[in-house]
T-cell receptor, first 113, second 114 residues
Framework: EPEVTQTPSHQVTQMGQEVILRCVPI?????FYWYRQILGQKVEFLVS????????KSEIFDDQFSVERPDGSNFTLKIRSTKLEDSAMYFC???????????FGPGTRLLVL | ELKVEQNPLFLSMQEGKNYTIYCNYS?????LYWYRQDPGKSLESLFV???NGAVKQEGRLMASLDTKARLSTLHITAAVHDLSATYFC??????????????WGAGTKLIIKP
C-alpha cells in the first residue's frame, strides 16, 4: 500500500495557538480518520470522515477541533486553541471502499508548551 | 461502556518461546484488527479478522477471532528479537449503526530477549 503522508512531522506551539495538521489521502480511499496517541498510552479515536462529512466523532472531539477537506485532496485537522493536554501524536488513517484495513500515516508529533 | 482489554500489558520473553496475547471486548463486533507499533513510529496493520472463527497467520504470528466469546488472540511462535514492539488490538464498531470508529486496547509491550 502506498504511504499516507502527514505534515508536519513535528510541531511545537504555544498554548492557545491554532494548529493545522494535514493528511494527504489516496484518491481511491473514501474513509478518513484522525486518531491521537498521548505518549505511552493507547490510541484514541477522534473523528471519521466520509463523503466530505463527519461520520462519527468522539467525546474528545469538542468544539476546539474541526476537520475539513478544503481543496478536495488534503484532509486537515484543526485545533483552534491548543491546550497542554493536546500534546500527542496525531495519526491520519484512510480506508478503501471495502472498509477493511485502516492504513495509518506516519503521524504528527504535537507539543504544546 | 465499550471496553477493549488486552493482557498482558507487558511481556518479556526469551527468543524461541511461544506466547499468546489476549484481547477481550465488551461489544458486539465481527471485525477486529491487530496492529504493531515500534517506538516512535506509526501503526502497522498486521491482521484484519472479519468473521467468527477467522484465523490468519503471517510468519511467526497467528491471530484468531471468536466473536461469541468476544475474544481475539495473537499467538507468537518461536519468538525472535525482531518481533519486539507494542501490539494493539482494535475493535471495529462499524457493524453497529454505521459507527465508523475503532476502539483500541491499551497495547501489549513485547520485549524479546536474545
Amino acid at each position: 500500500e502506498p504511504e499516507v503522508t502527514q505534515t508536519p512531522s513535528h510541531q511545537v506551539t504555544q498554548m492557545g495557538q491554532e494548529v493545522i495538521l494535514r493528511c494527504v489521502p489516496i484518491s481511491n480511499h473514501l474513509y478518513f480518520y484522525w486518531y491521537r496517541q498521548i505518549l505511552g498510552q493507547k490510541v484514541e479515536f477522534l473523528v471519521s470522515f466520509y463523503n466530505n462529512e463527519i461520520s462519527e466523532k468522539s467525546e474528545i472531539f469538542d468544539d476546539q477541533f474541526s476537520v475539513e477537506r478544503p481543496d478536495g485532496s488534503n484532509f486537515t485537522l484543526k485545533i483552534r486553541s491548543t491546550k497542554l493536554e493536546d500534546s500527542a501524536m496525531y495519526f491520519c488513517a484512510r480506508q478503501k471502499r471495502n472498509r477493511k484495513t485502516q492504513y495509518f500515516g506516519p503521524g504528527t508529533r504535537l507539543l504544546v508548551l | 461502556e465499550l471496553k477493549v482489554e488486552q493482557n498482558p500489558l507487558f511481556l518479556s520473553m526469551q527468543e524461541g518461546k511461544n506466547y499468546t496475547i489476549y484481547c477481550n471486548y465488551s461489544t458486539t463486533s465481527d471485525r477486529l484488527y491487530w496492529y504493531r507499533q515500534d517506538p516512535g513510529k506509526s501503526l502497522e496493520s498486521l491482521f484484519v479478522l472479519l468473521s467468527n472463527g477467522a484465523v490468519k497467520q503471517e510468519g511467526r504470528l497467528m491471530a484468531s477471532l471468536d466473536t461469541k466469546a468476544r475474544l481475539s488472540t495473537l499467538h507468537i511462535t518461536a519468538a525472535v528479537h525482531d518481533l519486539s514492539a507494542t501490539y494493539f488490538c482494535a475493535v471495529d464498531l462499524s457493524a453497529m449503526d454505521s459507527n465508523y470508529q475503532l476502539i483500541w486496547g491499551a497495547g501489549t509491550k513485547l520485549i524479546i530477549k536474545p
